[in-house]
């Protein structure tokens, strides 16, 4: 195995995030950005509000300094440099001209205009690039917020102005994170940064009652917490297809470990024909939803692959060993191959094959134990957890250039982390860990920075994020 | 022949005589004491004849052991007798008698004039029989798998039976087949069980594949493999949570169940 060097670690990044940006209008911009190691430098002054939004602005604006902080791609001018009188309306910012008049007598460092000219903000000790401000009010008993971008490097006002615009939303909690994460998506999108608002996250949580464990979801910032399941039994290993309409996921409700799929717009179960065997297990979607892989113990002795029709008709199998075989996980790019779970080798590891099983090969060096592999959308890397370098149990999150096999490790022995999952950005992973003492849900930049923890309640673990 | 019969007739002769002879001497030293003179005879003027208003009995028909009530009522009677043991009762009056099999009560009724004759029946059934007594107490199924049957221990990683394991399952195949023998419908769920080290979805396989080689074991030195049903719960169910190798070991066991 090669070892991992710096910059293998930036051309892994700098592909995981380009791959997310070819789309945008920036793209080459964005890739000089990150490869060059330069972000902007945003100042995000928080939101006032009148009337009834009032009550609202906390969790407006830390929803808005949140989505864009998490982003990784801007840095954060630092907050207690900020001016003390931001703007509110396009009304309150003077032009250049106000601003290059300092009056004799005041002292030569202090901001000319309080905040009111843009070289408040673009001067030192701030030194933002740009600037996001606004306010809430309340409006024929609805939330509206009036959000601002500007450039503070461009002289005069119009130039500077990135975008104003008008955001409505129910006058609630919820409607506040609505309308934040609305213009922080747009904020974000100036930067070529697709917006993760309204991606959902399924977890695992065991909150309903001890000794059980149901199928949850939350909206990808933690918020929204909900149980999907109410068996009263084991539900786990959730799987949703890419399309965001099916659960699969597995189950003790009826005794043996069984797989159940569930459609996400009726909430229903749909018809899923289980083999009769003593184990199904970890069910996954192709890329177009049309059929499932899962681990079944039907061949007797060991759990093996299979794939079926997501009715569960049309059973084939894609392997006949004696190892333990689980985790099949189809390539979204290609849907042609597909990484998986063995333990053919000894300890398991990480194998991938063609998706009528033919042309195994193993992925990681067979060190330690390798386990959860998930595919990038890009379809050329996966992330994973692996035991490389530490006891057993002790699991740490990598992801891998499939095709030249080298790894980045993301997190370094802080306890378990475990089921690593992307966003559908391609550049957050979500993870459990049970770093802080119980297994809680995290999610972090794909260079490891920004983790933040999105649960608290129960223990909670096994997240899937999708669009 | 003609000589036996001679000497049988003397034999009676000489016996009948001799019990004449103790008949008379015994009659001197035992003179009979003369009875009492009897009670001084009144003249009997002659009264009405007794009449039984009543003789009944309540119930007419008991369980043995239960209690019927005879109840009467006499007139012009000079003295009134009910057999069974009750003897001489008064003109009006009730009394309670246990019979045990059915039994007819007679009275008699003396009058000046005349006698008056009544009787009842009591009929006596038997009681239905007493439960069996129970059973002695038997041990039920949850008793005799926790009693009888060990849980065995597995390496990690590992779902062969350890050897130190063999002789413990052997003696469980031998409990097994005779709860099984005095449970018919109970079947025994093998449950897989894996550490916490390894990975959820790795370790649901590892723990089938204990439960499955148990299982395999148990059938063939015996056990009805149609009663023996496999469960791998992986990590799911920890006995213990401490993150040292004894935990770890505990864990790393198959289980066994009884379900009737």
């Not at chain 2, 034999?11 to 035992?30: D, E, I, N, R, S």
């Not at chain 2, 009681?127 to 597995?154: N, Q, V």
């Not at chain 2, 018919?184 to 089938?208: F, I, K, M, Q, W």
Request: hydrophobic share 35%; aromatic share 8%.
């Amino acid at each position: 195995m090669k070892t991992t060097r710096p910059t293998t670690k930036l051309t892994l990044l700098a592909i995981a995030f380009a791959a997310v940006a070819w789309p945008q209008d920036q793209q080459s911009n964005i890739i000089l950005k990150i490869t060059g190691g330069t972000k902007s430098k945003i100042a995000l002054p928080d939101f006032r509000g009148a009337g009834g939004a009032s009550q609202f602005t906390a969790v407006f604006n830390e929803t808005v300094f949140g989505d864009v902080q998490r982003s990784g791609m801007l840095e954060m001018a630092a907050k207690s440099f900020y001016p003390l009188n931001p703007p509110q309306q396009e009304g309150d910012l003077r032009g250049p001209a106000a601003a290059a008049q300092p009056r004799r007598g005041a002292a030569p460092e202090s901001p000319n205009c309080n905040g009111r000219c843009l070289t408040d903000w673009s001067g030192p000790p701030l030194n933002a690039n740009y600037l996001g401000f606004g306010y809430l009010a309340e409006q024929g008993g609805q939330l509206v917020a009036f959000g601002h971008l500007y450039n503070t490097t461009v002289p005069d006002l119009a130039g500077a102005k990135a975008f104003r615009k008008l955001y409505n939303g129910p006058l609630t909690e919820e409607g506040a994170r609505k309308v934040a994460h609305e213009y922080a998506a747009d904020v974000l999108n100036q930067f070529g940064v697709p917006s993760l608002a309204g991606s959902k996250i399924y977890f695992v949580s065991d909150r309903g009652g001890r000794g059980t464990k149901e199928i949850w979801v939350m909206d990808f910032d933690g918020a929204n917490q909900r149980q999907l399941t109410h068996f009263k039994s084991i539900s786990t290993m959730p799987s949703v297809s890419p399309d965001g309409q099916r659960l699969a996921f597995t189950t003790y409700a009826e005794g043996q470990p069984k797989i159940k799929v569930m459609s996400l717009e009726t909430m229903r179960f749909l018809p899923f024909m289980n083999p009769q065997a003593s184990m199904n297990a970890t069910p996954s979607f192709t890329p177009d939803g049309s059929r499932i892989l899962f681990a079944s113990s039907l061949a007797g002795y060991s759990s093996q692959l299979y794939i079926a029709d997501r009715t569960g008709s049309g059973l084939r199998p894609l392997s006949d060993n004696r190892a333990i075989e689980v985790e099949p996980k189809v390539n979204p790019k290609t849907g042609a191959d597909v990484a998986f779970v063995s333990g053919r080798g000894g300890f398991q590891q990480i194998y991938r094959m063609n998706i009528d099983g033919a042309d195994v090969t193993r992925l990681t060096s067979g060190e330690g134990e390798a386990a959860n592999p998930a595919w990038h959308p890009d379809g050329q890397h996966i992330v994973f957890k692996w035991t490389r370098g530490f006891a057993p149990g002790n699991w740490n999150i990598f992801i891998m250039d499939v095709a030249s096999r080298e790894v980045v490790q993301l997190t370094h022995g802080m306890g378990r982390n475990e089921n690593p999952t992307w966003a559908p950005d391609g550049r957050h992973i979500v993870f459990s860990s049970n770093r802080n003492g119980s297994t809680q849900i995290f999610t972090m930049l794909a260079d490891g920075t920004e983790v933040r923890a999105l649960t608290s309640a129960g223990t909670n673990s096994m997240p899937v994020w999708v669009k | 022949m003609k000589m036996r019969n001679k000497q049988i007739v003397t034999t009676l002769l000489a016996a009948a005589l001799l019990m004449f002879a103790a008949g008379c001497k015994k009659k001197q030293p035992v003179a009979p004491t003369p009875p009492p003179p009897p009670p001084p005879v009144k003249a009997v003027e002659k009264g009405p004849a007794a009449v039984i208003s009543s003789f009944t009995a309540e119930p007419s028909t008991i369980v043995r052991g239960e209690a019927s009530t005879l109840r009467w009522s006499v007139v012009n009677a000079t003295e009134i007798t009910i057999d069974n043991g009750i003897g001489t009762v008064s003109t009006s009056g009730s009394r309670q008698v246990y019979p045990t099999s059915n039994t007819t009560y007679r009275m008699t009724a003396k009058g000046g004039g005349g006698d008056a004759i009544s009787a009842v029946t009591v009929a006596v059934t038997t009681p239905p029989p007493p439960p069996p007594p129970p059973p002695a107490p038997k041990a039920s199924l949850e008793e005799r798998m926790s009693r009888e049957i060990t849980d065995i221990y597995f390496d990690y990683d590992k779902s062969e039976v350890r050897e130190d394991a063999r002789a413990t399952l052997q003696r469980n195949a031998d409990a097994f087949k005779a709860i099984l023998a005095d449970f018919p419908s109970a079947v025994v769920t093998v449950e897989g069980h894996c550490d916490e080290r390894g990975s959820a979805e790795y370790n649901l396989g590892l723990g089938d594949r204990r439960s499955a080689s148990v299982r395999e074991f148990l059938v063939q030195v015996g056990v009805p493999g149609d009663r023996l049903k496999p469960i791998s719960y992986g990590k799911e169910k920890p006995v213990c949570s401490d993150a040292n190798e004894s935990c770890w070991q505990k864990n790393r066991r198959a289980h066994f169940v009884g379900v009737q």
